[in-house]
């Protein structure tokens, strides 16, 4: 069974660029969280989504941040613009319950 | 206010002894504790879950005890291995929330 995907591994941008980052969750699985992850810090959400719905987005920074899930699959999150404190780990999960949720490799993002 | 807490940030310890990860919290809603393990450069891999339900739960090398008066729980891996070596979270969640809250993460040396 394939894991959770994302790409790129690696971004590397200048403040103020836009920047998009892209999730493919397991198979079958219906709820997919986006994180983020500073350094020697536990995962912090950002979203959460149920299907296409974003039913838990309180943590996103919403005047820079966006995301969505297209026919309830893949999952694209934005930044614009970059700033120099989003510099982090961007790491995408999904689960088919409540207890237990997959991880994919994350996005390090440095914004220069 | 950090709801949950990894106090040691790292922990060395022989190959072949028991190693014992702690993790407190403080809200007394948190119904549902996990032990994620994290490899440099990926993401976090599920270890073992307990519900609060239990106060012990054993997989292999790897036991989880909750102790919910202390609002306490600790993970032993018995006897650690150099594969060992990663940083562990610690997560809750409670009310029939998908929102997990993490630690910080504890650092473990497994020395030969």
């Known amino acids: 069974e394939a894991g959770v995907v994302q790409s790129p591994r690696y971004k590397i941008i200048e403040k103020k660029q836009p920047v998009a980052f892209w999730c493919n969750p397991i198979s079958g699985h219906n709820t997919l969280y986006w994180y983020l992850q500073n350094l020697g810090q536990g995962p912090e959400l950002l979203i959460r989504y149920e299907n296409e719905e974003a039913v838990d987005d309180s943590q996103l920074p919403k005047d820079r941040f966006s995301a969505e899930r297209l026919k309830g699959v893949d999952s694209t999150l934005k930044i614009q613009p970059a700033e120099l404190g989003d510099s982090a780990v961007y790491l995408c999960?999904?689960?088919?319950?409540?207890?237990?949720?997959?991880f994919g490799p994350g996005t390090r993002l440095t914004v220069l | 206010d950090q709801q949950v807490k990894q106090n040691s940030p790292s922990l060395s310890v022989q190959e072949g002894r028991i190693s014992i990860l702690n993790c407190d919290y403080t809200n007394s809603m948190f119904d549902y504790f996990l032990w994620y393990k994290k490899y440099p450069a990926e993401g976090p891999t599920f270890l073992i879950s307990?519900?609060?339900i239990k106060d012990k739960n054993e997989d292999g090398r790897f036991t989880v005890f909750l102790n919910k008066s202390a609002k306490h729980l600790s993970l032993h891996i018995v006897p650690s291995q150099p594969g060992d070596s990663a940083v562990y979270f610690c997560a809750a969640s409670g009310d029939s929330n998908y929102q997990l809250i993490w630690g910080a993460g504890t650092k473990l040396i497994i020395k030969p």
């Open positions: 307990i519900s609060s």
């Open positions: 999960a999904s689960s088919l319950t409540r207890n237990e949720q997959f």
